[in-house]
């Protein structure tokens, strides 16, 4: 990886979520934020729920690493044994780089669909949000969409991918006029990003297989971020580097410095919680999960608010709009972050485990993304979440 300074490192580590993250809700926990209070008295009830939610779908507790890969076999149609039907004649490190095309295409398409868009899959069900973005994907992968070799469709490379048009993308997910997707644009410029930084996505597991049979999971995220910073859209760089999904709070620091700036880094890590099963398809074990942190999105940071943990000062946060980089949203994203540190250790004292045992990206699964969608639907039509963000495609 080409060298970058210490500060830059330093943002794109998971250690600089965390720590920033819980030094925003320290300042919560002193009352001394400008946009939410922190109830920590709430804390107990929304590890109970999630833990509730958690026994119900998985009544013996063996649960799964929170990635992209539970979505593609939604409604109960098996759609990851499709694909591995598709690739049984591969051989191994074929199978994994074909994996990780799809995944990381995937993933960068998994951004808030917005509340209208629903896809319907040929002869199947009606799906929605991050499941209706996953079946869509899916199937767009499936028929080469994203390849440039008709003789080679379960691939995606730079010439499929920078090639794509605005109306193909429009078409796999059937948008119209009367079916809207939040951020078509934005999804489709991450797919020129991808094609223009690597040969295809695959080519991570090149990357990564000559460090042996393990690497750690903050490794791999190191490498995403490194390899895949490009391809987003320019907000903060930091010296001469985009910095990506990263924020400032004026409760950590002037926004010229980067002492007040708030990594997060989301989607990155949702990709590399979801690279997990392509690695083992090649033969490589991420090690070291809970270094990665959990996800500041609306399922996640939208149960801390609907079961009271997260408290908005102002009423106007729970009835208008906001961009993602405003102060508001980087500050309950930050919040969720460390909270969600918090609702971890609590699930695992009362089920006996220790991290090893349930990493917090099993927590996530269980669990709190789950718990967020059941509390929304609870208390609000259609489950939306209770603060609203303008997605762009790129962030969320």
């Known amino acids: 990886m080409p060298e970058v300074s210490p500060a830059v490192a ?23 934020l400008p946009h939410f209070r922190v109830r920590m008295e709430q804390l107990p009830a929304v590890a109970g729920y999630v833990l509730k939610v958690t026994r119900e779908a998985y009544p013996t507790l063996d649960i799964p690493v929170h990635s992209r890969w539970g979505h593609f076999d939604v409604g109960g149609v098996a759609r990851n044994a499709e694909l591995d039907a598709r690739l049984a004649s591969l051989p191994r490190e074929e199978r994994a780089r074909a994996k990780l095309d799809l995944v990381i295409t995937s993933v960068l398409l998994d951004a808030g669909s917005g509340p209208r868009w629903k896809y319907h899959e040929a002869g199947g069900g009606l799906y929605a949000r991050s499941e209706g973005l996953a079946v869509a994907s899916f199937r767009m992968f499936l ?7 008709p003789h080679q469709p379960l ?10 048009t605005r109306e193909a993308l ?4 059937q948008v119209t006029e009367a079916n809207p997707l939040e951020g078509l644009d934005g999804r489709l410029s991450l797919l020129h990003g991808l094609g223009r930084v ?6 991570l597991y090149d990357a990564l297989a000559p460090r042996g049979g393990t690497v750690r999971a903050s490794e791999v995220l190191g490498l995403v971020l490194d390899r895949l910073g490009p391809i987003w859209p320019g907000r903060i760089t930091l010296d001469g580097v985009n910095l990506g999904d990263v924020w400032p709070h004026s409760s950590l620091g002037p926004p010229e410095s980067a002492d007040g700036l708030v990594p997060f880094h989301k989607l990155s890590q949702w990709l590399t919680y979801s690279l997990l099963e392509p690695l083992a398809e090649g033969g490589l074990e991420v090690t070291h999960l809970d270094e990665l942190t959990g996800l500041p999105e609306y399922r996640n940071g939208g149960l ?12 106007r946060l729970l009835e208008e709009a906001f961009l993602p980089g405003s102060e508001p949203i980087v500050e309950w994203r930050a919040l969720t972050v460390a909270l969600l540190d918090e609702v971890g250790n609590r699930v695992r004292e009362t089920l006996g485990r220790t991290p090893a045992q349930l990493p917090l990206a099993k927590v996530l699964q269980g669990g709190t993304w789950s718990a967020g969608r059941r509390i929304a639907a ?13 997605s762009d495609g790129t962030v969320f």
Not at 143 to 149: L, P, V
């Open 304 to 315: 801390l608010v609907d079961l009271g943990l997260l408290v908005p000062r102002d009423g």
């Open 143 to 149: 028929a080469g969409a994203f390849s440039s070799d």
């Open 378 to 390: 609870e208390k609000r039509a259609g489950g939306t979440p209770p603060i609203r963000i303008e």
């Open 155 to 164: 691939r995606a490379d730079a010439a499929g991918l920078t090639g794509l």
């Open 10 to 32: 330093y943002l794109r580590s998971p250690r600089a979520v965390r720590e920033r993250c819980h030094r925003l809700l320290e300042l919560g926990r002193a009352d001394r």
């Open 198 to 203: 690597l040969p295809r996505p695959g080519a």
């Open 170 to 173: 429009a078409r796999g997910f």
